[in-house]
């Protein structure tokens, strides 16, 4: 069937009914309640309407926008309070979720996750409206985000057995362990609303931090159900929830100076910003998931197949909309319009449709914004002399976009350094590969490069030069974040900082020493505090 607005405006269903019964809409979740100081409150103040990336069909071929619920617009001062209620929780160190053992902060985490899989269903179904994600990458979302938990729980375990021992050097008696940093703020993307979120969220309250968090403008009410776990699982004040505009509550969190720790994916920009209105930058660690726009070099030797089918899945999963996205291909120009023809055949063999179609592979955009700027960058590269390859490429219906793919890319489009973050694919052509490698040395951004080709001499060289320029580099493979347990980083504007299920937790913590000079009088107290275990700190507990 041939790509048209028509054709995709069909897409969506005409009304509720249409709908299979299992993702039909829930009722409209009209927030009024946050999470401060241990409980659960009611906010009488403005709300943010939450309009659902899916549409109904009207008659006359228009798109009718549904409205899903609303969430509280906190304003500067409530925020505030939400702040001071953790830096009680935290009490300097000395709060009760500080100081509690290891294996007292993982069973409260264990609890709190047994809570959230009850919830699952309702959470999956709000993360397929929301954002528009697929049911089965909503359904994958929240799974991968409970072993994510859980994996992190295992490798605070044996994180502790390897610190639960004394070391003797030089006539010193030391134990080292990690402690927590303070209050962090965490905020999470809405491309991935809740595993990312999760994945700075559970390293730092399981290493003893207190949290504010505030969840991304598109994503919000997905979390919801969330709130009364946190009450259940943790002491009053260790986890407070700020809702509304980013730029009208966060500057004054940050401007106060107690925050310790930022944890923020989102923009370079933004961060940058948020980083310089804190009064003691010495004070603030930062970890942050920034902007990125990867590159793939497809050398002239590449085995196509695999090439195209790594390109496909590295730019177009979950619409493009991911950090760790494909955003720009050089390929050399004695392969290039037979790569493009191929790629562009698959991604015409790409399903467009509803979350809840079975193998759809396209959605609804939940940001009302990117169709017309992709609009905007495809005209401007067509205008500067590049072509849209695939039939029906850059299509769209309101948020429906259908992918194109676009070559030759070259220096002076929107496409060429800007990351589009949706499904359109740049293609530029190159003569020698050390203009792929110029180009990623002349980037603002460091996080990922895939090779393909087959020589391993030439791949050897590459790897050689683009390790000291990225993060991770992929061979013969898309770009990606898993395993979990890989580290996850970026150079430049990329990233701060490290996030996998390993680095999070010290990024989070900060390892600390208790020592003591090795006399008769100074091991008898290490082994009173040990046997009598007086302290959650000093311990030779084993966590099994």
């Avoid at 935290?90 to 100081?99: A, I, L, N, V």
């Avoid at 002399?385 to 309101?398: D, F, H, L, Q, S």
């Amino acid at each position: 069937m041939p790509i048209t607005t028509t054709s995709l405006t069909e897409l969506f269903p005409p009304d509720e009914a249409a709908i299979p019964a299992a993702w039909r809409r829930p009722e409209p979740l009209h927030q009024r309640e946050y999470l401060l100081d241990g409980e659960l409150r009611q906010w009488a103040g403005p709300t943010q309407e939450v309009l659902s990336p899916i549409q109904l069909r009207q008659p006359d071929g228009s798109l009718l926008p549904i409205v899903i619920g609303s969430y509280p617009l906190l304003d500067e001062a409530e925020s505030l309070r939400a702040l001071e209620a953790a830096v009680r929780a935290y009490d300097h160190g000395r709060g009760e979720w500080p100081t509690r053992s290891v294996g007292e902060r993982i069973a409260a985490v264990e609890h709190f996750t047994r809570l959230i899989v009850a919830r699952k269903k309702e959470i999956v179904q709000l993360l397929l409206w929301e954002i528009g994600k697929s049911a089965a990458d909503s359904e994958k979302e929240f799974d991968r985000t409970i072993d994510y938990i859980r994996n992190t729980i295992d490798a605070l375990k044996e994180m502790d057995r390897d610190s639960s021992r004394f070391i003797i050097e030089e006539g010193i008696i030391g134990q080292i362990r990690r402690s927590p940093l303070g209050v962090v703020l965490c905020m999470g993307p809405f491309n991935y609303p809740l595993n990312e979120t999760f994945c700075m969220l559970i390293p730092a309250l399981i290493m003893g931090n207190a949290v504010l968090f505030k969840p991304p403008k598109h994503g919000t009410l997905l979390h919801y159900p969330l709130l009364q776990a946190f009450t259940e699982a943790f002491p009053k004040g260790v986890v407070n929830t700020v809702y509304g505009r980013g730029n009208t509550i966060v500057p004054a969190l940050m401007a106060s100076g107690k925050i310790n720790v930022l944890g923020l994916i989102g923009s370079s920009r933004v961060a940058d910003s948020l980083k310089k209105l804190h009064p003691k930058s010495n004070r603030l660690r930062a970890i942050l998931g920034l902007d990125a726009k990867n590159v793939a070099i497809v050398l002239p030797d590449a085995d196509l197949e695999v090439a195209v089918k790594e390109s496909l899945l590295g730019a177009l999963s979950f619409n493009g909309q991911r950090c760790t996205a494909l955003k720009l291909f050089f390929v050399h120009e004695a392969i290039a319009e037979e790569f493009v023809q191929q790629l562009g055949a698959e991604i015409n063999q790409l399903r467009p449709g509803m979350p809840w179609d079975e193998q759809v592979n396209i959605t609804p955009l939940p940001e009302p914004q990117k169709p017309g700027y992709l609009a905007e960058c495809l005209a401007d590269a067509q205008a500067q002399g590049a072509r849209i390859v695939n039939e029906g490429g850059g299509t769209a219906a309101g948020p429906l976009v259908y992918p194109a793919l676009v070559y030759p890319v070259r220096a002076g489009m929107k496409l060429w350094r800007e990351e589009q973050f949706g499904p359109v694919v740049p293609v530029a052509s190159f003569a020698h590969v050390d203009e792929a490698i110029q180009y990623i040395i002349d980037s603002d951004h460091g996080q990922q490069v895939s090779i393909f080709g087959r020589d391993s001499c030439e791949v050897a060289h590459l790897v050689d030069q683009l390790v000291n320029q990225v993060s991770r580099v992929n061979i013969n493979a898309q770009c990606q974040r898993g395993p979990d347990t890989f580290p996850f980083t970026g150079r430049k504007d990329s990233a701060e900082g490290t996030l996998s299920v390993h680095d999070a937790l010290r990024s989070f913590s900060i390892r600390t020493v208790v020592a003591t000079k090795q006399t008769e009088a100074n091991k008898r107290i290490l082994n009173e505090i040990v046997n009598e275990q007086a302290s959650s700190f000093l311990s030779t507990r084993f966590i099994l």
